[in-house]
């Protein structure tokens, strides 16, 4: 146990330490984060109403006008999971980073040259920067519980392996560690209910009434996770129907506070971003369907081509009589994942870098790929072992590209704007990772 503590804490800070390195800094839809976290530290509510000067200069980006105020379009609930870390950076570490002269020059210098020189070192001034931060921080939380649950499968070797190929060849690393996305948090959360029904199934069930805490967590960020909330309550109903009770009042708490802010806010339980009436229908889905998968612009299988062997994991999964009912449960999630993204008319997530739609399902996907590398490394089949670790470098090779080239996300814009030529998207002359 000691010796998988300090692996934990070793995986962690190498993760982290790449993720914080990494140039790439992609706050687009999430610009608002930091404002948001700040005014609910300072004036203890959402509005952005003491930024006109920000609102303005984003020309509203994303803004929605509440009762006369302003409020980012998104949940509120990855700024009020960052308030903590927020808070960190503008009592403590701002200003002793200002306190070193040579530093406060480079971040007055920073700011000067975004937002001019009437800008002074203020938090929310240096919101791209404390995202970057903080959402590597959540991924690189994801990548620990995903280590952990290999480690129920292969030795630590294999399993240290299997987490880094998670962290460095997805989307984690190209879009969850980039900026403050509902990804990042929604992987760590995800991963988390992951580790803990392996746990209940390998003879601790008592995990089980804990795993409603991170999956109603992941709801309230991304209203797409229903799909895992549901499908992990239905699960614990057939399998573990005494924990039912326990599992259901672990995530009261969430949902009281999902309906009172909703209800105080939007005047109605569920706000209209949770709305169903934002899927379109079927127009595109089989565009959508097939684009998510391998287009050379969005595809999962595309820019992480070693993911093909869930399917062969899906298959040792079946036969394996004690893993067979999550093989289950975690195939449908990927699925029906895939059926509710693809059903979004703006299927390809606008302006970002690879399957960004998808990368929510890498938990589970990843519980496949341990079935995989574990069949392969008993069996000992030296083509498939070869395989998996040449398709493993090409998919870090791919999302090194959007982790460090800002190239990859000039894409999305030249030659021209991928919103309004979306056919682009199946271009295999200009795919974004070779730019």
């Known amino acids: 146990m000691k010796q998988l503590f300090w692996s ?43 930024y006109p000067q920000l609102l303005e200069r984003n020309n509203y980006y994303c803004i929605d006008q509440i009762n006369g105020r302003p409020y980012s379009q998104f ?46 070192i203020e938090t929310v001034y240096l919101s791209s920067d ?21 480690t129920l499968f292969l030795r630590r070797g294999y399993a240290f392996s299997t987490a880094l190929l ?49 999956l109603a967590a ?49 005047h109605s339980l569920i706000p209209h971003y949770f709305s169903v009436s934002r899927l379109g229908g079927t127009v595109v889905f089989f565009t959508a369907f097939s684009g998510n998968l391998i287009s050379p612009g969005r595809g999962l299988l595309v820019y992480s081509p070693f993911l093909i062997f869930c399917f062969h994991g899906f298959y040792s999964g079946i036969k394996n009589r004690v893993y067979r009912g999550i093989t289950i449960l975690f195939s449908a999630f990927i699925l029906c994942h895939l059926i509710v993204v693809s059903l979004f008319p703006h299927w390809w997530g606008g302006h970002c870098f690879g399957s960004r739609f998808m990368s929510d399902i890498l938990p589970f996907a990843f519980f496949l790929m341990f079935l995989s590398v574990d069949d ?14 040449i398709l493993s470098v090409l998919s870090i090779g791919i999302h090194f590209s959007g982790s460090w080239h800002w ?29």
């Open 376 to 389: 392969l490394l008993k069996r000992k089949t030296l083509p498939g072992l070869s395989a998996l670790v």
């Open 130 to 150: 404390i995202e970057k931060v903080i959402s590597s921080f959540y991924t690189a939380l994801a990548v620990v519980f995903v280590y952990l649950a290999g």
């Open 218 to 266: 992941a709801f309230m960020i991304r209203p797409t996770n229903a799909v895992f909330l549901a499908g992990f309550t239905i699960y614990i109903f057939l399998r573990h129907r005494k924990y039912l009770l326990s599992f259901l009042v672990w995530a009261t708490p969430f949902a009281v506070l999902f309906c009172v802010y909703n209800l105080s806010v939007y």
């Open 75 to 120: 949940p509120v609930w990855t700024y009020m999971l960052s308030v903590p870390p927020v808070l960190v950076f503008d009592r403590i570490v701002i200003p002793a980073l200002s306190s070193i002269p040579e530093i406060n020059r480079r971040m007055s210098d920073h700011i000067t040259e975004t937002y001019g020189p009437d800008a002074d």
């Open 8 to 50: 934990s804490i070793v995986i962690f800070i190498l993760v982290l330490l790449v993720y914080l390195v990494s140039p790439i800094k992609t706050s687009f839809d999430s610009r608002w984060a930091i404002p948001t976290a700040m005014s609910i530290i300072e004036e203890g509510n959402a509005d952005l109403s003491e």
């Open 166 to 214: 998670f962290a460095f060849g997805t989307s984690a690393w190209s879009t969850a560690s980039r900026a403050l996305w509902m990804h990042g948090p929604t992987l760590m959360f995800l991963s988390l209910a992951v580790y803990l029904l392996l746990r209940a199934e390998r003879g601790s069930p008592g995990y089980v009434k804990f795993i409603s805490i991170p």
């Open 407 to 435: 190239a990859a996300y000039l894409w999305n814009t030249t030659p021209s704007n991928v919103d309004d030529h979306p056919e682009r998207l199946w271009d295999w002359e200009d795919p974004p990772f070779l730019r």
